[in-house]
């Protein structure tokens, strides 16, 4: 079970860039699906979550920017983000809990995809 994140890139402040999540592997099911980021010299926090029925969640910096959806047939998620700023400026992060062949549970992350804004 692996997850592989996409989509980063180099955006102007006030740009958009969309990233991507795609969760492969022997999968039953993947449960709550998760976006966080990691800025240079900070821990890492939440972005946003979604459940598998699409129930979201938003930290406050990504509430009205941001917009979590989840394709559930292809087994991706993806962050629409929007009026970008400088100080969302990370490595973005994918995480998932998945049910795997044999109903093994997986905290999955995936590798990160670099975000830059430019002011």
């Known amino acids: 079970v692996q997850l592989q994140a996409s989509g980063g890139g180099l955006v102007q402040a006030g740009g958009s860039l969309r990233l991507s999540c795609d969760a492969s592997g022997r999968i039953i099911r993947v449960n709550v699906m998760g976006w966080y980021r990691q800025a240079p010299g900070k821990q890492r926090e939440l972005v946003a979550t979604?459940?598998?029925?699409?129930?979201?969640n938003y930290a406050d910096f990504a509430e009205g920017r941001f917009t979590i959806s989840r394709d559930n047939a292809k087994n991706t998620m993806y962050l629409q983000m929007n009026s970008l700023k400088p100080e969302d400026t990370a490595v973005y992060y994918c995480?998932?809990?998945?049910?795997?062949?044999?109903?093994?549970?997986?905290?999955?992350w995936g590798q990160g995809t670099q975000v830059t804004v430019s002011s």
């Open positions: 995480n998932a809990d998945i049910t795997g062949i044999g109903y093994l549970k997986y905290d999955s």
């Open positions: 979604i459940t598998g029925t699409g129930r979201t």
